[in-house]
């Protein structure tokens, strides 16, 4: 992965050197130009996946790249990250789209200005893999992931693998209550880190399995905690839920227990200060 960031990046500014300043563009340069996109496009149609930055993406972590990410995302091509982007309305992950998003361990860093969740998922038979969202203690940040099914569109037979969510108030959201299936899911490696409430299961007619994670919810970062905001490792309204191999970790607070509904924990550490857990 680190090879293919830095072969893309040589490559970013060898474009960048084959168009030169576009401010300054002469009539005789534009050949330069025509040339070096089309090269540009051969590259991409030959390597097999886009990134961000192949639709306008600026990458440094403070600009909103939320429509590029979403472009490269509808190509149908896997993605693949190569920088970190600042994102200021929802990433949606919504079918038709890619059925592999690679963040090669890159952040998405929530904007004050995103009313929603960082990242939203109705889809199928993919993988979202290698990323870490922060949504930078913002309360008006709805959370990390919400993974949902509508009428039209189940999202099943699908993998979250190696997810970091911080600084949130919802680290996923699975199932918004719409009662099409949604089932074979499987969530790996998911961790988080100030997160006042890390996993909310809400979906009636579906299967989540919660693999090799570490939920903590530890409010370390929240100065001053909104007083509104669920505080628990997991609240399973509904639906069947399963942890292996995991860690479930609450401090010494009330209100930060777990609440599970119908669910299966198997070879865990459960660390819940108090008695709050039903």
């Known amino acids: 992965i680190d090879d293919e960031i830095l072969a893309r990046q040589d490559a970013d500014a060898e474009l960048s050197n084959k168009i030169g300043d576009l401010t300054t563009l002469r009539t005789a340069n534009k050949t330069n130009v025509v040339n070096a996109i089309n090269s540009l496009i051969d590259e991409v149609n030959s390597r097999g996946y886009v990134t961000p930055e192949d639709y306008g993406a600026v ?8 429509a590029a990410i979403n472009e490269a995302i509808r190509s149908d ?12 309305s929802p990433i949606e992950i919504t079918h038709p789209c890619s059925d592999y998003i690679n963040g090669n361990g890159f952040t998405l860093f ?3 200005t995103l009313n ?4 939203k998922l109705n889809n199928l038979y993919g993988a979202l893999v290698n990323i870490i969202i922060d949504c930078g203690l913002y309360t008006n940040v709805t959370g990390g992931l919400c993974v949902y099914s509508t009428e039209q569109l189940q999202s099943q ?19 918004i209550g719409v009662t099409n299936a949604q089932s074979e899911f499987t969530i790996h490696a998911y961790k988080t880190r100030s997160v006042l409430k890390a996993l909310d299961v809400n979906q009636p007619n579906g299967f989540l399995w919660v693999t090799d994670s570490h939920l903590d919810v530890t409010p370390y970062e929240w100065t001053t905690e909104p007083i509104d905001a669920d505080k628990l490792v ?21 209100g930060r227990g777990m609440i599970l509904y119908d669910a299966i924990v198997t070879n865990c550490i459960i660390e819940i200060a108090g008695e709050n857990v039903s």
């Open 116 to 119: 929603d969740y960082v990242l």
């Open 157 to 175: 037979f699908y993998i979250v693998d190696n997810i970091y969510v911080k600084n949130a108030l919802v680290g996923i959201q699975y199932g």
């Open 110 to 112: 929530a904007l004050p």
């Open 59 to 66: 990458g440094d972590g403070v600009t909103d790249d939320s």
């Open 77 to 88: 091509k896997p993605v693949m990250f190569m920088h970190n982007y600042a994102v200021g």
């Open 234 to 254: 997991v609240n399973q309204h509904v639906g069947a839920l399963t942890f292996d191999n995991c860690t479930l970790e609450s401090p010494a607070a009330v």
